[in-house]
């Protein structure tokens, strides 16, 4: 089994040629006899009648067709023993996790039901998207039992090495590091940022640490976020303070957590405007300041510039604010005030995401020792250790 533990740095790592093939017989094991059905999202669902959305710019569904709907009818299907292959097309949600709409539209112009017609009848969906729906389709498939992909903000990156890899590999990685972090209480993350120096503190509280690995084996209804391959926790709480670029504009904030949210947004640099409608937001609705994830990065992967692929990148770390249902955590979306806000947002610490932002260090507790996960963006010698340590 070739494995990521000697190599850290993408460029001295070769990946192999993608199957899809491959792909979907390593998640979905087993997967024979299988009925298999893709979503996408569109700003317009009955632009997938004639599959006239080719005809503009729809990057991701793109990829949905060339690669994934014509790869099925192409001959994958027959080499995996599965069955239909349908596409379908919803309505964007706008948000990351937004729960999805119920009615979607066939190739042929139908109006369908997703309840009703896909998630009671396929045994396999694949969602490829522009915004993530692993919280909603997680909720489907334990009410429907069907298993699943989403593969939101696809590109040729990450068709080219984080759904090229093997995952049985990246299960393997993900499961040492995992048993190497599980049962901490806390973790501690230093930000240096504009010539000053903040620390994030989660709490744990000696939680199992979970792992995203890539792997839906037998036929328990789950749904994996691909490219996989991190460990993470369901905060229990936090205090502290952290930077925030938002994504948007640039604009820098200092985010003040309290009671495992976010109290308050101050401005650092860029527009006042953009700050103040975050502090309105988590006034109106203070669960959107939640908490809700913690999350490591365990592969050596390239930078794609689609956070599916990038927060899980060895030494990068992400916090996530938001719904946690589908990570096992409590904060579901009627507990928010507005529906429209009842999504499970990402903030990814990394380099190139955010150049104004170094990491000098994060640190987990546990069992009264210290231990040093990363140091500027790059694994420390314990986490180093795990990988690298004979099973």
């Not at 997938?48 to 192409?74: M, T």
């Not at 706008?94 to 997703?114: E, H, K, Q, T, Y």
């Not at 789950?222 to 936090?238: F, Q, T």
Request: charged residues 30%; glycine residues 8%.
């Amino acid at each position: 089994m070739q494995t990521t533990s000697l190599i850290l740095d993408s460029a001295d790592r070769t990946f192999p040629e993608f199957s899809l093939t491959r792909l979907l017989g390593t998640v979905f094991s087993p997967i024979r006899g299988s009925r298999i059905a893709i979503l996408i999202d569109l700003d317009d669902p009955a632009k997938i009648r004639d599959f006239a959305y080719l005809e503009e710019d729809y990057d991701v569904q793109r990829y949905a067709y060339d690669v994934f709907y014509r790869g099925l009818h192409d001959g994958v299907m027959t080499e995996l023993e599965s069955r239909g292959g349908d596409i379908f097309a919803y309505e964007t949600t706008g948000g990351s996790n937004r729960n999805l709409p119920d009615l979607a539209v066939s190739p042929d112009g139908r109006d369908i039901r997703l309840e009703r017609d896909v998630y009671a009848k396929y045994d396999i969906i694949l969602c490829i998207s522009t915004f993530s729906a692993t919280a909603p389709l997680t909720a489907f498939a334990k009410q429907y039992g069907f298993r699943g992909a989403t593969l939101h903000g696809l590109n040729r990156v990450v068709l080219e090495s984080g759904l090229a890899v093997d995952y049985n590999d990246v299960a393997y990685d993900a499961e040492k590091l995992r048993r190497g972090l599980t049962r901490a209480d806390r973790f501690e993350i230093d930000f240096e940022f504009l010539g000053r120096r903040e620390t994030l503190t989660l709490h744990t509280n000696r939680q199992e640490a979970q792992k995203s690995q890539g792997l839906c084996h037998g036929l328990k209804p789950d749904v994996a976020n691909l490219p996989a391959g991190e460990v993470y926790y369901v905060p229990a709480g936090a205090e502290g303070r952290f930077p925030l670029r938002y994504e948007h504009d640039g604009t820098l904030g200092l985010m003040e957590v309290n009671g495992g949210r976010i109290e308050r947004a101050t401005l650092l640099r860029g527009d006042p405007d953009t700050v103040e409608t975050h502090n309105r937001k988590i006034r109106n609705d203070p669960v959107t300041g939640e908490l809700g994830e913690l999350g490591f990065g365990t592969q050596v992967l390239p930078v794609s510039g689609a956070d599916i692929q990038d927060e899980k990148i060895l030494g990068t770390l992400h916090v996530a604010t938001g719904r946690s249902d589908h990570l096992g955590g409590d904060l579901t979306p009627d507990r928010f005030e507005d529906a429209a806000n009842a999504t499970h947002d990402d903030i990814l610490f990394a380099p190139h995401k955010t150049p104004e932002i170094n990491v000098p260090q994060v640190r987990m507790y546990r069992d009264q020792e210290k231990n040093v996960l990363i140091e500027n963006y790059k694994p420390a010698e314990y986490m180093r250790g795990l990988l690298e340590a004979d099973d």
